[in-house]
């Protein structure tokens, strides 16, 4: 069982704060959405969380132990992976060696490494792109590739920035099932997604978060009607005519 | 994945075998100079190749580290009495351990910073060893002559032990360097050069590994120092840290092709023969046409074929399978 704390979080990019004092928690077998407008700062929260900005403030504690400000290895190490808004994959290597490198962080033999790239590949359903070079494939594979090379490193909590977006419906329904399954096995997972269709089947909980403040928090059903969260996407208008 | 171990080993054996006849025609002094120079380079690009090619930290400055072992192992013989053996093991040591120190703060460098960084490196040791009184400051170290034997590292009647001291390193690198193609540190090495970021996300600690690479090059590179420091028995800031030597060091690599173990090595036997011979035909008159046949030779191999000539050859492989494919589709049809 296994459980990330964020407490009171905020990142100033000089005069803009970027994340102001926010606080969520996410356990094992648990899918969080995270959502909010263009900029509200639902990148930067992961950037921080995974050691890639440094915070300014606040504390993030993985199993009771801080992860706050600590290097993205060492937290990569301890178990919490995540994908990159815009992918990001190792251009010049094959989808196989892309998944070899996340998988090296528990295999240290390259055959162990490979066997376990292998079973993440075959997860996200590229295996046949295995020997490909990742410069050449298609979007939306190299998104897949790069959740299997977060797979690989055995994550306990799995942080996804926009991973579905500019997927398909049909390859929507892959993503969510595989979400799906993560969780089931027992990852904790924080999504974020502009697609709604896409995340409110599948979150057990939502955050909306809008300029860097944390705006509202419940169950997906609760979080389409909430006024603030309308307002936030669709301007004041449309909130109150939510409301007669 | 078996069958192409053994390919490998193969060529392996082939290419040493190569390395071993050689000799048979290369008769003349000059002709044994100019192998030397080539099994020389060849690991010097090699060592470069784990650096730059591997991790991808572009070295402009590698005559720092080359120069270091040389003085390392030469101050050791002339002040101390130490075998030359011993010298270039300390040689090795020694600037992987400087390698380590410096490789710190220039980590942090990224691209061109660090290859910018690297020709400062290179300039700034020539001048502490230009003033530097107890290592002889500008005239340098001569080494005194003893009996030539492998004992004393020293062949006075034949340069042909050089050459076959220079491939056995040559091939302990080849050695090295194939294992670590197909090991943990290979992969983190390739992945810190594709993206730094990607890899530290997959939990690279991408400052270990930067310095093991730049150590790991560093030390081959001191040790090859100490090599021409043996074969040319005396050591002068201007000869061992000359900036060509970086340059050359770095052409030779991507001539040949970095980022694969074979490239240096085709680079060097290609580039070093044509680098001695003009120099020897025009040059030492001064005027520097060697030089500039041989730059106009990089610039046009850079503009046509950038990724060496392990790239072209890649190319004109795929091209001729692709063709042989057609054929035998073309083939299939008629029948
Ligand atoms: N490195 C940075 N330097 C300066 N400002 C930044 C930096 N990264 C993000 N910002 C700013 O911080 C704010 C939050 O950005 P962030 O990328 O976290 O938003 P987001 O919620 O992920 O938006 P989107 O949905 O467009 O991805 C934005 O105003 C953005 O311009
Ligand atoms: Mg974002």
Redesign the interface.
């Known amino acids: 069982m296994s459980e990330l704390v964020v407490k009171g979080l905020t990142k100033k990019f000089g005069g803009l704060i970027a994340v102001n004092d926010v606080s969520f928690s996410v356990k094992s077998g648990e899918i969080l959405g995270l959502i909010g407008p263009n900029g509200a700062g639902k990148t930067t929260v992961f950037n921080c969380l995974t050691g890639f900005l440094k915070a300014d403030g606040g504390s993030v504690e993985f199993n009771g132990r801080s992860i706050y400000n600590c290097s993205p290895n060492a937290i990569c190490a301890l178990g919490v992976a995540r994908t990159f808004q815009v992918v990001q994959v190792l251009q010049g290597m094959s989808a196989l060696e892309n998944v070899m490198v996340g998988a090296y962080l528990r295999h240290s033999r390259t055959a162990a490494s490979r066997r376990r790239a292998l079973e993440a590949l075959e997860r996200v359903g590229m295996s046949r792109f295995a020997d490909m070079r990742a410069v050449n494939l298609t979007l939306p594979a190299k998104k897949r590739l790069e959740v299997a090379m977060c797979l690989a490193t055995d994550p306990q909590v799995l942080m996804l920035d926009e991973s579905m977006a500019g997927l398909t419906p049909t390859e929507i329904h892959d993503a969510s099932s595989m979400i799906c399954e993560l969780r089931d096995a027992g990852m904790a997972l924080i999504v974020v997604e502009h697609v709604m269709e896409a995340i409110m089947p599948i979150a057990d909980r939502v955050m909306v978060l809008d300029s860097g403040i944390k705006i509202a928090e419940g169950l997906p059903a609760e979080i389409v009607r909430d006024p603030r969260v309308v307002s936030a996407y669709l301007g004041d208008k449309y909130a109150k005519r939510v409301k007669c | 994945m078996q069958r192409d171990d053994i390919r490998n080993l193969a060529m392996l054996v082939a290419f040493a075998i190569i390395g071993l006849l050689f000799p048979i025609v290369a008769t003349t002094r000059f002709s044994q100079h100019i192998l030397v120079m080539v099994v020389l380079y060849a690991v010097l690009g090699e060592a470069w190749n784990i650096m730059a090619g591997y991790a991808g930290m572009v070295s402009i400055g590698q005559a720092a580290f080359f120069g270091l072992g040389a003085y390392v192992s030469s101050v050791l013989s002339v002040k101390y009495g130490v075998s030359p053996w011993l010298g270039m093991l300390c040689a090795g040591l020694a600037t992987a351990a400087f390698a380590t120190v410096i490789g710190l703060p220039f980590s942090r460098l990224r691209g061109r910073y660090f290859a910018i960084g690297t020709i400062a490196l290179g300039q700034m040791i020539k001048v502490v060893f230009e003033n530097w009184q107890w290592v002889g400051a500008a005239t340098g170290l001569m080494i005194p002559l003893a009996n030539q034997g492998f004992a004393s590292f020293q062949f006075h009647a034949s340069k042909l032990p050089y050459y076959y001291t220079g491939l056995a390193l040559l091939l302990l690198t080849l050695a090295f360097m194939y294992i670590m193609e ?3 540190m290979g ?2 090495f ?2 810190i ?3 730094e ?10 400052t270990a590994y930067k310095l093991i690479a730049i150590a790991v090059s560093a030390g081959i590179t001191g040790m090859c120092g100490t090599f021409l420091a043996q074969y040319s028995l005396y050591v002068e800031p201007e000869y061992m840290f000359n900036h060509s030597i970086s340059v050359t060091i770095a052409l030779v690599a991507v001539f040949g092709g970095s ?1 694969n173990i074979i490239g240096p090595v085709l680079g060097s036997a290609i580039l070093m023969p044509i680098s001695e011979l003009t120099r020897a035909w025009l040059g030492s008159s001064g005027t520097g046409i060697d030089l500039m046949i041989y730059g106009a030779f990089i610039v046009l191999m850079c503009v046509y074929e950038p990724e060496g000539l392990v790239g072209m050859a890649r190319r004109i492989g795929a091209s001729i399978k692709a063709q042989r494919e057609r054929r035998g589709a073309a083939r299939c049809q008629n029948s």
């Open positions: 197909r090991s943990k992969y983190y390739k992945a050069r594709e993206n970021d990607v890899a530290s996300g997959l939990g690279v600690n991408r980022g």
